[in-house]
């Protein structure tokens, strides 16, 4: 499923690759090897003297949603995080002064009895299916995803590259991102559940399409938010922990480039997701925008049935 990167690259052609829909692997990189050991270290203090896979073994579900929401936020606002992801990005060939990054986000998926029923909070809530574009609307866009510890068919996130050129009935037409931002800055993230802050897909799928994501700790894979993903349902016994951020680059971004949208409908596009990698700028204070942009307005917007990235 993966292609392998091997540096040295150029902003370039890894772009390119993302938007042609290629998912790439990137493996024995000394910046992604420091981070895994940064993230163990913070959570394996964060639950000592627990396994932090065997989490669910030791605190309910309400205690999983405060415990892991404060390392989330730890994690994110660590010093060391961004610096071992700005040497991540530089050493790929990305420029860190030229990229925007949405949140640098842990995730974890506590292991659930089948049939079992729980809050689905941000925190711990298995992703539902989606294209992350859906709801950005900026199709240059990349995806990173790595984990923390091992994974497994059954514990991790799966894609579905056999989609990447079909259109999917969605419900990204009515999905107001101003609205869920503007809630979210009033009563924070945990005022936008996990349910409301993805488009869905509306109609069914070949489940055999899936894809599941099977690399070691230490690997991370970068694929356009243009690319259909979903969370695997975990009943394995262990909690998946993993990395997972966005970034934009702003050259392409300011150049129309992207991947083609092939449907998606959403009403907003949002820059303000993201902050420029160096300075934490909100991305839309660089384009001289608001926090969303009305698509309909927006040149920077990749139209709907373009089949190929817009360019101005």
């Known amino acids: 499923m993966t292609d392998a990167l091997t540096p040295p690259s150029s902003a370039r052609d890894f772009h390119d690759r993302i938007y042609r829909g290629d998912i790439v692997e990137i493996a024995g990189n000394a910046a992604m090897t420091e981070l895994v050991a940064h993230a163990r270290g913070l959570v394996e203090e964060a639950l000592r003297p627990h396994d932090p896979q065997r989490l669910h073994e030791h605190l309910t ?53 089948p049939g079992s029923v729980c809050a689905r909070h941000a925190s711990t809530a298995t992703v539902a299916f989606h294209r992350d574009t859906w709801g950005s609307n900026l199709y240059a866009q990349t995806n990173w995803w790595a984990p923390i510890y091992p994974v497994s068919a059954g514990r991790t996130m799966a894609l579905y590259p056999a989609l990447w050129s079909r259109p999917l009935k969605n419900s990204s037409a009515a999905f107001d991102m101003r609205a869920l ?17 993805i488009p869905h897909l509306q109609e069914a ?11 070691p ?28 951020t966005r970034t ?14 092939i449907d998606g409908q959403a009403p907003w596009a949002a820059p303000g997701l993201f902050r420029m990698l160096d300075d934490r700028r909100p991305l839309n204070e660089v384009l001289g925008c608001a926090r969303t942009e009305a698509c309909a307005h927006w040149p920077l917007a990749t139209p709907v049935g373009s089949g190929g990235p817009a360019r101005r």
Do not use: K, Y
Not at 223 to 236: K, P
């Open 61 to 113: 579900p309400a205690q999983q949603i405060d415990t892991l929401t404060a390392l989330q936020r730890a994690f994110t606002a660590s010093a060391d995080t961004r610096r071992i992801w700005r040497a991540l990005l530089a050493s790929l060939g990305l420029d860190p002064a030229r990229i925007a990054c949405d949140r640098l986000h842990l995730r974890f998926q506590p292991h659930r009895a």
């Open 181 to 197: 931002l503007e809630r979210s800055a009033a009563g924070g993230r945990t005022a936008v559940g996990a349910d409301e802050a």
């Open 205 to 215: 799928v070949d489940a055999a399409g899936a894809q599941p994501v099977l690399v």
């Open 217 to 244: 700790p230490g690997t991370l894979i970068a694929f356009s938010g243009a690319h259909a993903h979903t969370g695997v349902g975990n009943h394995t016994g262990l909690t998946r922990i993993s990395f997972e």
């Open 248 to 261: 934009v680059w702003l050259d392409d971004l300011l150049a129309g480039r992207g991947a083609p949208n």
